[in-house]
């Protein structure tokens, strides 16, 4: 009443105004005294503020700590099993330079025109059609081509993520994708992964207290784990999100690249009402070059996405969606992809016999049924990130497991790719890996 007074607002408005403190816990409530606030906390946020808005002294790695581990170009002289990627031998090169030059012969004009900001409408169909295998109702409407996944993943984050708003992200996750949430500065929760995908018993507690905007998942052939998501776990995750109305982000692929069984449909297959933004690549079975994703989304979701890609760059280039798109509509796309999974299956199949016979019994992994990665588990004792200096040293290369851990990091496992070397390379990099497990494990 006395403030209200002494500063001549309404007593509404100072009781909102406690209320939105004690919400944001900058205040404190003393039983028989009442509600005081907290001029420490408050000050804490308000010197942050004056610090300076640009500090000049920090690298990239400051700002995205894991940059330094996307190295995906290629350095001749060493195996690296830390790229995943797929072997240039095993992806149709000779036939898309062959359409994109007969594309320009026959239309050269393409190269003076911009693409639709949603992407070639041309591609949308083919996509949506594409989209049937795995069950997304789709139309081509509800398509936005992107630069690649990785580009989906920003639209979403700089649409729907500011400073403080909350992401719910599987620990470990992707490298790339903890970057974009960071850099836009998220609070970031995790909720572990298993061998049946996210523990999603654990999302429920902290969705309650938390209330997260988005909730990134790859619930197939997880990166790193190679972790499959139940079906089970797929319809309670999506319960969740629309029961506190949040997002999730289903990032998708590599589904198409299974070895024992097909996988569950996506997430997305069961989503009736719009609370999920699915996300294909094609740099992991067509042409990482060509930087074609596809974006499934609706209503106002999708709306604003195409808003955000408009601004980002008015239209992924019409050269590289024009290429794909007689590979896709063709039924080389069909064959292509059984061809991939027989050979990336020999390569799996590869790596485990070797790691069976030479890595020494303290080390476990998980036998992915698809995708393109071996999750290793070494002692917790071992730093991985100390190993891959030793790796260096023997030109093998393989991704720390730290830089997969948005919050509290694990050292001791790391991620194989088995799915960039030529099968000869492979095998010596695994052999050369399971040399350096066992000396380090005997030091
Ligand atoms: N999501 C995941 C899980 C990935 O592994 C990758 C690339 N490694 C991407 C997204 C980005 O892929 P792209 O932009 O090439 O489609």
């Known amino acids: 009443r006395e403030l209200s007074k002494e500063l001549g607002v309404s007593l509404v408005t100072v009781v909102k105004a406690y209320k939105e403190l004690e919400k944001n816990n900058f205040t404190t409530s003393i039983q028989g005294k009442g509600t005081f606030i907290n001029i420490e906390e408050t000050a804490t946020k308000e010197t942050k503020k004056e610090e300076p808005p640009f500090n000049w002294q920090l690298s990239i790695q400051d700002y995205l700590p894991r940059a330094q581990f996307s190295r995906f170009h290629y350095v001749s002289d060493e195996i690296q099993l830390s790229s995943s990627m797929i072997d240039p031998g095993l992806l149709p090169n000779r036939y898309l330079e062959q359409e994109i030059h007969k594309m320009l012969l026959e239309n050269p004009r393409i190269l003076s025109q911009y693409s639709e900001v949603q992407g070639d409408l041309k591609l949308r169909e083919a996509m949506s059609q594409y989209l049937k295998q795995f069950e997304i109702p789709t139309t081509p409407d509800n398509l936005l081509i992107t630069n690649g996944s990785q580009q989906g993943l920003d639209l979403v984050a700089r649409t729907f993520v500011g400073p403080g708003d909350v992401v719910v992200m599987e620990s470990p996750t992707y490298p790339g994708a903890i970057d974009i949430f960071r850099g836009r500065g998220a609070t970031i929760i995790t909720v572990p992964v298993d061998g049946d995908g996210m523990k999603v018993d654990i999302l429920q507690n902290l969705c309650d207290k938390y209330k ?177 200096i030793e790796a260096r040293r023997n030109h093998v290369t393989f991704l720390p497991g730290s830089a997969c851990y948005p919050v509290e990091q694990e050292k001791y496992h790391l991620r194989l790719s088995f799915s960039y070397m030529s099968e000869q390379q492979l095998q010596l990099g695994i052999r050369t890996m399971c040399n350096i497990f066992n000396a380090e494990i005997t030091s």
């Open 212 to 388: 997260p905007k988005i909730i990134y998942t790859i619930p197939t052939f997880q990166n790193p784990t190679g972790a499959v998501m139940t079906q089970k776990r797929r319809r309670k995750l999506l319960n969740i999100a629309k029961s506190i109305q949040s997002i999730i982000v289903e990032d998708d692929p590599w589904s198409e690249i299974y070895f024992d069984k097909k996988p569950p449909a996506p997430i997305k297959s069961m989503d009736y009402y719009g609370h999920v933004i699915y996300l294909k690549g094609l740099s992991k079975t067509l042409a990482p070059s060509c930087r074609i994703g596809i974006l499934s989304a609706s209503g106002s979701v999708f709306n604003r996405l195409l808003a955000a890609k408009s601004n980002a760059d008015l239209g992924s280039p019409l050269l590289t969606q024009k290429s794909l798109l007689p590979f896709i509509t063709s039924n080389k796309m069909i064959d292509h992809l059984k061809k991939l999974r027989t050979a990336l299956k020999l390569r799996r199949d590869m790596a485990i016999d070797l790691l069976l016979k030479y890595a020494p019994e303290e080390i476990s992994w998980m036998i992915p049924n698809g995708g393109l990665n071996i999750w290793i588990s070494l002692p917790v004792w071992i730093d991985t990130n100390q190993l891959l």
